[in-house]
């Protein structure tokens, strides 16, 4: 187990140094998760005891939202005064992300169409090249 926990820790600490040094837009955590994954590829296989490490911290996961309700609890009455653009700052931010998400998979949809139907397509001799 400990081993796993040093391997977790490597990996984010190289995200940090990368996201600071390189000066990345991507938070450091990402980095590092990336870079762990791209460790479990090059291993071909997952550890016994990173599995074990990971079970354990989603076993506690909801203690991680503990402070979020303690924070709407706090600050209920800015919650309160600021209803109408948190509201809105919600909804917009989700009917975005639809919006996004539909665009994107529909241009999506279009390309693989476009594959298929050039696969179909029968083969079309070539003009041929005529030089004198």
Do not use: C, K, N
């Not at 940090?16 to 000066?23: F, Q, S």
């Not at 203690?63 to 924070?71: D, E, K, N, S, W």
């Not at 709407?72 to 509201?87: Q, T």
Request: glycine fraction near 8%; avoid cysteine.
């Amino acid at each position: 187990m400990l081993e796993a926990l040093a391997r977790v820790f490597v990996w984010l600490s190289a995200g940090e140094i990368l996201m600071r040094v390189g000066g990345l837009p991507v938070p450091a955590p990402v980095i590092g998760l990336v870079l762990l994954y791209v460790d479990l590829l090059y291993r071909r296989r997952l550890p016994d005891d990173l599995g074990t490490l990971a079970d354990r911290v989603l076993s506690m996961l909801g203690m991680l939202f503990v402070p979020a309700g303690v924070g709407v609890v706090a600050y209920s009455d800015v919650l309160h005064a600021e209803f109408v653009p948190i509201a809105a700052a919600i909804l917009g931010g989700t009917f975005a992300t639809m919006l996004a998400t539909a665009l994107a998979a529909d241009l999506i949809l279009m390309q693989e169409r476009r594959r298929e139907l050039s696969r179909a397509e029968p083969e079309r001799p070539e003009a041929a090249d005529v030089t004198a």
